[in-house]
């Protein structure tokens, strides 16, 4: 269990906070391309308790700025574009996408407006996608080129789901828990009846386990049953991050809107059968998930989205971690809090976090699924997207791998 000032640490993320000040070191999706049109070049985003406007400049670039304007905090939202900058629609102060203010229409002194800073941040699209960066400006690292946003040889698709009522961590910390799987979503598929799924996700479980490595933390497993299996992957990408390998290769991001929200992008790849380059849309369309409750409020539970927004939002809003009982199931949830802890406090103490990209040569495809063994995929499942080499056991496993092995009983049946 942790103390309110612990869980605090962890979990709250506006300007100014540890945890916040780590987070804003690394780039945040914060919209799809397709979002903004040349009829529609605006839109307000919240991202760690920022109220922020994004735009379409005009000349092919995006900006991102404090919505409100710096001389009396009217929304630039209604505001104009000229030529790469945004005008207050209320007494015309004129801002370009680094903050700068270029011009006050009614004041006659010229040089009060360089007296004027006005937040502004990076903005770089990518796959469909529009990342910002919040962090310092002289600390700012190369926009990562996962191997899902630079592959070329399939079909890209982007998805963005219901805002999650409640704090990233939640979800994120879900990542580290491999076990819920066996009941979260067997149990939840076998009791919907979706009986050719049910054989998959509730087999009996034998052993997993958890190794950090460079990237984040690694979950392993092993299968017992007719569908028996060992195999290790899924990444918990640092810091807010799901890289699968599945039926497709995903990433799923859980970008903080605020201490109680969460915005979750999603992007799957489908390699081509042939291994062939495919041409990539500009601007791909974006998928938006079906709402997760019913009507009468309650959650349908059909979807894996829907079962996994009710284990995260039923913990409230912002979880109080001081009352919850951690068990050895849960090790990987404590590797990842001792592991976010640990970067907080590098950034504490002026150095760089884990898991950034500095190097434009080792980010033209960062190769994820080198770190994850081929492994046999469901009946039907798309083809595996990488083809190059992969990482040994001896790579990636070292003296911090931690494994436990399930006991006999309703998540691994005896022998009958």
Known sequence: MLSKEENDLITRVGPGTPCGNLLRRYWHP???????SEQNPKKRVKIMGEDLLLYRDGNGG?????????????????GFIENGCIRCPYHGWLY????????????????????????????????????AYLGPPEKKPLLPHWDVLAWNHGVRKLQIRPVLNCNWLQAEENTADFVHTFFLHGQAIKRKGRDNEVGFFT???ARYG????????????EFE????????????????MLRQTDVMSTLHWRVSIDDYSTTIFHVAFNASPDGKPVEQPDEPPVEY?????????EYHMRTFASQDGMAWESQGRLY????????????GILMFREMLKEQIGIVEKGGDPMALIWDPAQNESIELEAWTPFRERRTGAGRNAYNGPRLSTEQVFDDKFEEFEVPVGSARPGPR
Request: net charge neutral.
């Open 289 to 297: 998930d079906e709402a997760w409750q019913r009507e009468d409020g």
């Open 210 to 221: 958890f190794q950090p490595c460079p990237w984040g933390l690694i979950k392993t497993w």
């Open 320 to 331: 109080d971690r001081s009352g919850e009982n951690l068990g050895v199931s849960d090790r």
């Open 96 to 131: 370009n996408s680094e903050g700068t203010c270029v011009e006050q229409p009614f004041e006659p002194n010229p040089r009060f407006k360089e007296s004027i800073r006005h937040r502004a941040y990076p903005v770089e699209k990518l796959a469909g996608l529009l990342f």
């Open 203 to 205: 087999r009996p479980f």
């Open 225 to 240: 049953g007719a569908k028996a299996g060992r195999g290790w992957g899924n990444f918990l990408l640092f810091p807010n």
């Open 30 to 36: 914060v919209a799809a391309t397709c979002e903004l």
């Open 62 to 78: 995006y900006g991102l700025v404090a919505e409100h304007c710096s001389h009396r905090g009217t929304s630039l939202y209604y």
